[in-house]
């Protein structure tokens, strides 16, 4: 296998403005490094160094500019002959753990990813006439200098300035959240390369090439080291409600659309056990009310989840939260495509985990066999 060949290393670029290769001293003294990427609650990285005195009575890692708060990181992996990127993000926080033993003090650096730099100020604005998907793109726009690319899928409602003006009193960053709540969209930043991101606003997707597969119980094949499943039947909710034809002023009820979580993953999917009533959608227009009880249904978690560990050197390859992978050798149920929902990459010398959640909305595996 040429990832086994070659190795896998890591790269660590630091600085501000521009980030650039971490010192020397910096990567001599690595002890590990996490890098997170969540659906919901965002990425994020931890870095943990190693502290030591020289002549001078301060620890001299403290003194270098590339590790202040605020400082860009970009973080990835050579596996193979391939860089890929991990995170790019920004340092928010320094701990530091100080020892009686020599050798022993921490440094810890925590950061999120550079979706941060639009949480940073809240803003009152107003965007007459335009719908959604053109806010969120002059948003995303302004921050360019940080790499992000945008990536926006369009939506349908247009506000006429005689019916509402859409209105900010938030950040950036919640706006583009609730943006993203009411058209049953989500927004996220990952990255498409050392120092450049993607800056996503849409459907959750579920389309597009399967990952490597994750394997269990097929000999060599296997590269998965732990896995188990929950199915929680309460997790699935459908939506109802109403809203008032403004002519005849006729209350209509919202028609049941298909959800957003398409193509389907699984051939049983479970049934939503809990029904909500939408409670707000009375003055809004028909586009609208559709939008609200997508939203609410998309929210909703999957009832289906797996967690486990993979083996990388076997593995071979980085895998990518919000985007499908097969799994194979658990059984018919439990066999066939998920959603990733959360990686937790560790990284210490000599070692590289990866930590996983998948989910689906049910059981059952549609294709005899996925992706090797």
């Known amino acids: ?12 670029w630091m600085g501000s403005p521009v980030p650039r290769p971490a010192p020397y001293e910096v990567m001599s003294s690595l002890l590990q490094v996490e890098v997170t990427n969540n659906i919901e609650t965002g990425d994020g990285f931890q870095i943990t160094l190693s502290l030591g005195k020289g ?21 990835g992996v050579i ?30 650096l925590t950061g999120k990813d550079v979706s941060l730099m639009l949480d940073l100020e809240e803003k009152n604005e107003m965007y007459e006439n335009q719908p959604d998907f053109l806010i ?30 859409p209105r900010q009193n938030e950040t950036d960053l919640k706006l583009l959240q609730k943006l993203a709540r009411r058209n049953g969209f989500i927004f996220y930043v990952e990255p498409a390369t050392m120092g450049v991101s993607t800056a996503y606003f849409g459907p959750e997707s579920r389309v ?39 002519v005849t002023k006729m209350r209509i009820p919202i028609p049941q659309l298909p959800s957003l979580k398409i193509p389907p993953l ?3 999917s479970a049934p939503p056990r809990r029904r909500v009533l939408m409670r707000n959608t009375a003055n809004q227009n028909p586009a609208q009310a559709a939008a609200s009880a997508l939203s609410t249904s998309a929210r909703a978690p999957d009832p289906v989840t797996g967690e486990g560990e993979l083996d990388s050197v076997l593995y071979g390859s980085v895998l990518r939260a919000r985007k499908l992978v097969g799994l194979r050798g658990a059984g018919v149920s439990y066999d066939g495509n998920y959603y990733v929902k ?5 990284i210490t010398i000599g070692s590289y985990k990866q930590q996983f ?13 996925v992706r090797p």
């Not at 002549?55 to 973080?75: N, R, T, W």
């Not at 948003?139 to 349908?156: H, N």
């Not at 994750?214 to 929680?232: E, I, K, P, Q, Y």
């Not at 959640?357 to 066999?369: K, N």
Request: no cysteine.
């Open 208 to 246: 597009g090439l399967p990952q490597p597969a994750l394997t269990m119980n097929m000999g060599s094949a296997t590269n998965v080291t732990d896995l188990h499943f929950s199915n929680d039947s309460l997790a699935p909710v459908a939506a109802s409600g109403n809203f008032v034809e403004p």
């Open 266 to 268: 699984a051939t049983s």
């Open 342 to 346: 959360n990686v937790k990459h560790i």
């Open 79 to 108: 596996m193979g002959a391939m860089p890929q990127a991990l995170i790019n993000g920004v340092i928010t926080h320094r701990q530091i753990a100080p020892s009686n033993e020599p050798g022993s003090s921490t440094l810890t």
């Open 1 to 12: 296998m040429l990832t086994s060949l070659l190795g896998i290393r890591l790269i660590l």
């Open 136 to 165: 969120a793109t002059g948003v995303i726009a302004k921050y360019a200098k940080y790499g992000l690319i945008p990536s926006v899928t369009p939506t349908t409602d247009v506000p006429l300035v005689v019916q509402r003006v």
């Open 55 to 75: 002549k001078d009575p301060d620890y001299g890692l403290l003194k270098s500019s590339a590790l202040e708060p605020f400082s860009q990181v970009v973080i």
């Open 357 to 369: 959640s998948l989910s689906r909305e049910g059981t059952g595996t549609l294709l005899p066999v």
